[in-house]
């Protein structure tokens, strides 16, 4: 064992007693697509291209992989890198849409599709995602931070989410909208909890119960959460701007007005050792969540995956799970959410949004209804904030939160009002109340229906 730690010691000193390549060929394998060297990326690109022109691509989930993660690590490095555009949910808007592109304009070769297609549908490699998402994220939060902040966020949370919903039914139907359109298809989707966590989730469930496949939905879902994702940066940009002009609104970072209240919500875990054998253990458990779901649908007739965001909020709740496996499941959580989300909206560009069907939802009306429920939240969330202790800058920052895009809509919210602080609340307003979100309309439609 010494033997080994002291082989790696030289080669980290040999390493940086090199000196670094200033050249062209050096700078290729400085910059990186993702977290792949760009030299090294390149190579990887053109073998997987030339395997697809060919038709050689294997037809398993291997294949699969190669295609949705080359294109999903270049396309997110594009997106997040293109100014004001990364900051609107650039590679989000770029991995769905333009895959969907190449598809519409038959880019893609059949071996290629065929493929992909193994891979997200007869795999279910998109219900993996999903799980391990919504398990591993809720398990992953600080319990304290999740009882205290909901009882804390309840009341603008649940005001600022009713006036959304009728001020957004109201716009709506003034825009020729139907109300059953307006709420299921327009404001839900916005106030869902992102792609991952809301929108993905919604599709299931309205395949569930309305008969068709999921990919219809996704591809109607999809562009009010993107849109409403805008439009909650831009509301957040412009309540940080009045926040330096009337220095009485603002807390500068702070929500409530107690500096007790708010050391609360200061809880930062120390980093953690990545256990590979704590991340089995995570992803067993995350598998079984899914299980359990659906042996409940069965039961109940309430989707399963719905009802695995409900398991996994009372287990985290009761202290049913251990702490380690709670480490586990948290574990692959952020290895997906940090490298699988990308390749995940490839594979959903490819074959679950169809370029027509997102071109035929958009109009002048549509995006006015987006914005009036993500406005509607902010303004209601700023005038009840001082009747609850609260700033109003950052309550009315906050609840707009709940209408962004899942935790890379709360970093560009955050980011935008210079407001990174807010990141516990802003995790409450996403995670539980888009949860709420998608328990509630998925029930509501099953009635309705």
Not at 109 to 117: E, I, L, P, W
Not at 122 to 149: D, H, P, T, W
Not at 190 to 217: H, M
Not at 292 to 319: D, N, Q, S, T, W
Request: include cysteine.
């Amino acid at each position: 064992m010494k033997k080994i730690e002291t082989d790696i010691l030289c080669e980290h000193n040999l390493a940086l007693e090199t000196p670094a390549p200033t050249s062209f060929i050096g700078s290729l394998f400085k910059n990186k697509i993702g977290s792949v060297p760009l030299a090294l990326f390149i190579a990887i690109a053109a073998v997987v291209a030339i395997a697809a022109i060919a038709g050689y691509l294997p037809k398993n989930m291997i294949g699969g992989f190669a295609v949705i993660m080359t294109m999903g690590f270049l396309l997110a490095h594009i997106g997040s890198n293109i100014p004001v555009f990364k900051d609107i949910g650039g590679p989000a808007i770029l991995c769905l849409m333009v895959p969907s592109i190449m598809v519409y304009f038959e880019l893609f070769n059949d071996n290629t599709m065929k493929t992909v297609h193994l891979l997200m549908k007869e795999a279910n490699f998109l219900y993996f995602v999903i799980a391990c998402l919504v398990v591993g994220s809720i398990l992953g939060m600080n319990r304290k931070i999740l009882i205290q902040g909901m009882v804390r966020m309840f009341v603008p949370l649940v005001i600022g989410t009713a006036t959304a919903l009728a001020t957004g039914l109201l716009v709506g139907k003034l825009c020729g909208y139907s109300f059953y359109h307006t709420f299921f298809f327009i404001i839900v989707p916005i106030i869902g909890g992102g792609i991952g966590e809301g929108i993905l989730p919604l599709s299931l469930a309205y395949s569930a119960i309305l008969g068709q496949s999921p990919d219809v939905y996704v591809a109607q879902l999809a562009p009010a959460a993107v849109v409403g994702n805008i439009f909650a940066i831009l509301c957040a940009g412009v309540l940080s701007r009045l926040g330096m002009r009337r220095k009485d609104l603002t807390g500068e970072g702070r929500l409530v007005r107690s500096d007790e209240d708010s050391k609360m919500f200061a809880v930062n875990d120390a980093p953690k050792p990545v256990d590979f054998h704590l991340m089995g253990g995570g992803l067993l458990m995350i598998c079984a969540f899914f299980i359990v779901g659906g042996l409940f649908e069965k039961l109940v007739h309430i989707p399963g995956p719905v009802l695995m965001i409900l398991i996994a909020v009372f287990c985290k709740y009761g202290r049913v799970i251990p702490a380690i496996m709670e480490t586990g499941a948290h574990s692959v959580y952020k290895f997906v959410s940090s490298s699988l989300v990308w390749p995940l909206m490839i594979g959903l560009g490819m074959l679950y949004i169809p370029l027509e069907s997102v071109v035929a939802v958009f109009s002048v009306g549509y995006v006015i209804v987006c914005g009036s429920v993500v406005l509607s939240m902010a303004l209601v969330s700023f005038l009840i904030a001082p009747h609850l202790n609260m700033y109003p800058i950052e309550a009315s920052i906050v609840t707009t939160c709940h209408s962004g895009l899942g935790g890379t809509g709360d970093v560009a919210i955050l980011s935008a009002s210079n407001r990174m602080s807010l990141m516990p609340f802003a995790q409450i307003a996403t995670r539980i109340g888009g949860a709420s979100t998608v328990i509630a309309a998925t029930l509501l439609l099953g009635w309705v229906v």
